[in-house]
């Protein structure tokens, strides 16, 4: 991970990543993060179904699921772009 192009080690539990607020400056801040996931069978990230003879892959991304399918955060006054690379079969 790094936040502002300066690697670090978040402190972290199974469902966040806290960083630290003196690691933020003022404006915009950059934080890169790279991990791998495995696919939940538990409906609330993403969801398959098979129909017309595919395979379809999507999600509603409802509050608490999106997490599930790359990080990110739910905090209203905080906007962010983000670009995503998914590698799958």
Do not use: W
């Amino acid at each position: 991970m790094a936040v502002n192009n300066k690697k670090l080690v978040p402190k972290r539990d199974d469902n966040f990543i806290y960083i630290s607020k003196d690691q933020l400056q003022k404006g915009k801040n950059r934080v890169s993060v790279m991990y791998v996931n495995k696919y939940d069978k538990d409906r609330r990230g993403c969801m398959k179904f098979f129909a017309d003879g595919g395979q379809y892959v999507y999600t509603k991304f409802e509050p608490y699921g999106a997490h599930k399918v790359f990080p990110c955060f739910d905090q209203p006054d905080i906007k962010a772009s983000m670009k995503i690379s998914v590698a799958a079969p």
